[in-house]
């Protein structure tokens, strides 16, 4: 059984295309669990349960807008729950059945405004991985770079930018990862990306996504390179005991399963209504 999936919905407009820019995002979760039956269904009360297990646990999924050449074709919903922890029904296969049974009916699905049917559903087989298997694939390189698709916001020490330092990114995936996944990350991995991992290079430009009515939340898209000191950051004294330099291998290995981690759960806020799709090149 999968713990991470990728599952792809192609929509059709009933009224003709449909431009990004007319899509709220709130109406995007209102299209999420619409399809499943509502917000208080059968199978939204599943995917709530998992969420709340665990208190202050964040929502196992994330979802984005699918677009071609600025039109709204699809929906991208990309789940991550630990299936050897006894769950009944994989989120994924709740998803897949729901959606599968509007493909080709005549019954339409509402974003927002818009009237919409689904002509189609896609898993992507190549991207269900359990969380070992990511793990495994996963080797400790020095370098990385990750593309973030849509409008990304970081929370920093409290505080929301758009600017995709790696505290604040690799915090994102720490948090989900650890809420998760049954692989345990190194000890004081988020004090390790603080100390040794940097943006080498960046190619962002800033974005606006529209989250309500008139409300608005600016966000970043675009390519950053990341990389890791190859040996421990001397100028940090607690970094010499705490990060011997024998386990960097596990360090750079765990940072680049985070970031391979990160085309499933998004990045920043809003990851679960549209914003801070992620992924790693």
Not at 70 to 78: H, K, L, Q
Not at 80 to 92: H, L, M, P, Y
Not at 139 to 155: A, D, G, N, Q
Request: charge should be neutral.
């Amino acid at each position: 059984m999968a713990d991470l999936q990728i599952i792809e919905i192609q929509l059709h407009n009933l009224d003709g295309p449909l431009p990004i820019q007319a899509v709220r995002l709130t109406a995007l979760r209102g299209l999420f669990f619409g399809a499943l039956g509502g917000e208080h269904s059968a199978a939204a009360n599943t995917i709530h349960e998992i969420s709340t297990k665990v208190k202050n646990r964040p929502a196992p999924y994330s979802i984005s807008l699918i677009t071609n050449k600025g039109t709204v074709v699809g929906v991208r919903v990309a789940t991550f729950e630990d299936r050897t922890a006894g769950t009944q029904s994989a989120i994924g296969e709740i998803i897949t059945e729901k959606w599968g049974g509007l493909i080709g009916k005549e019954g339409e699905v509402q974003l927002g405004s818009a009237r919409m049917t689904g002509e189609s559903i896609n898993t992507d087989r190549a991207a269900d991985l359990t969380y070992a298997q990511l793990w495994e694939q996963s080797k400790p390189r020095h370098e990385l770079k990750l593309h973030f698709v849509t409008p990304t916001r970081i929370l920093s020490h409290g505080h929301p930018g758009v600017l995709p330092v790696p505290f604040g990114v690799w915090q994102f995936y720490v948090l989900r990862w650890s809420a998760f996944s049954p692989i345990a990350l190194p000890p004081e991995f988020q004090t390790w990306v603080l100390h040794q991992v940097q943006a080498l290079e960046a190619n962002l430009e800033t974005r606006y996504a529209s989250i309500e009515g008139q409300e608005r939340l600016s966000g970043v898209v675009g390519i950053v390179r990341y990389g890791a000191y190859q040996e421990k950051n001397r100028k940090v004294k607690e970094s010499i005991d705490v990060f011997p330099e024998s386990r960097l291998p596990e360090y750079l290995r765990a940072w680049q399963a985070l970031a391979k981690f990160a085309e499933y759960c998004g990045t920043g806020e809003n990851a679960n209504i549209g914003m801070g799709q992620t992924r790693l090149i």
